[in-house]
């Protein structure tokens, strides 16, 4: 919605005299009338209201010595909705990553199992591969586990392969359901023209096949996808969101990023984007204090939390 300008000096809001001494002025009647309609046409807009003295060479016969000048804009739409995917997209992480991580550790034949809890203290640590290379690290590293550095790094990646491909599985039978009201606001950012993608720390072939299998291909094809190695460094660092900044050519503050983690909160605002948290079921205690708003979910009507319509809310200026 384009910006819009009012102004009223006090004489015209309060000298009545002037006003029916000229031929071309508005009657009381009609007057009344056009304050009624600028007074509804301003509900729900945010309005900013400055004096302004006049000189006193021009001033007009009956005018005040000030003015009110009001004015007002609409939100502007976001530039970009940037999603996280595990916790956002979908609830992927205990019943999904968690159960391809421990059947690929059973596979081969390492010993290890993550319940839920563990994991849950695993996710602190952003990115698969760093997530099994500090365990081991605390641990120790598995009998039949290399012993260099380097062979080290081939053997998580391995693993870190193998695990991608159960996941994948287990998204293309879509056992693991988006979770309430994604599609709805990816559809509405994509009807109004904004930008949609999305921003992870795990693999770039698990993020595609959420997309594609669970948003399906019409949209996936108009989403970005910015994951796994994309960047040297992984959340709470900025770099996925400053990269998706940069490379979809918009503001990073002109973008609203949706994510479920602290540390994805902490990547989000270092980047100097808006980000709305939607609380997931490993990150529902954790602190959001930085977020600029917290849900349980995005939602579906009748138990829609959230739209685009709040997104652009967020981006709300005055303008002077």
Not at 141 to 161: D, G, M, Q, T, V
Not at 182 to 187: E, G, M, N, R, S
Not at 220 to 233: H, M, N, S, T
Not at 262 to 268: D, E, F, K, Y
Request: glycine residues 6%.
């Amino acid at each position: 919605m384009a910006s819009m300008a009012v102004c009223y000096s006090l004489a015209t809001l309060s000298s009545t005299k002037p006003l029916l001494s000229h031929k071309n002025t508005t009657s009381i009647a009609n007057l009344k009338s056009h304050e009624r309609t600028l007074q509804s046409s301003l509900v729900g807009t945010k309005i900013a209201i400055s004096k302004i003295t006049r000189p006193l060479s021009s001033r007009r016969l009956g005018t005040s010595s000030s003015e009110i000048t009001c004015s007002a804009s609409a939100s502007p739409l976001p530039s970009a909705l940037l999603f996280d995917c595990d916790g956002v997209l979908v609830d992927t992480e205990k019943d999904g990553h968690r159960i391809s991580f421990n059947d690929t550790f059973k596979e081969k034949e390492l010993g290890v199992t993550w319940d839920v809890d563990l994991y849950g203290e695993l996710l602190k640590i952003g990115g698969g591969k760093e997530r099994m290379t500090a365990y081991f690290n605390k641990t120790g590293w598995p009998e039949n586990a290399p012993k260099s550095e380097e062979e080290r790094k081939a053997f998580i990646a391995s693993l870190h392969k193998r695990k991608t491909e159960l996941f994948m599985a287990l998204i293309e039978k879509k056992l693991l359901p988006l979770r309430p009201g994604v599609a709805k606001l990816i559809d509405q950012a994509l009807a109004e023209g904004v930008k949609v993608a999305v921003c992870s720390t795990s693999n770039e072939k698990a993020v595609s096949a959420i997309v594609t299998f669970l948003l399906g291909p019409e949209r996936a094809e108009k989403i970005k996808i910015f994951a796994g190695d994309v960047v040297p460094r992984k959340k709470p660092d900025p770099a996925i969101y400053v990269l998706a900044a940069n490379t979809l050519g918009v503001d990073p503050s002109s973008c609203v990023v949706i994510e479920d983690s602290g540390i994805g909160l902490a990547a989000a605002k270092a980047a100097g984007m808006k980000c709305i948290v939607t609380k997931s079921g490993y990150t529902a205690n954790e602190d959001f204090l930085n977020a600029d708003a917290v849900f349980d979910f995005i939602g579906d009507p009748p138990e829609e939390r959230f739209d685009l319509a709040f997104c652009r809310s967020l981006l709300k200026q005055y303008v002077s």
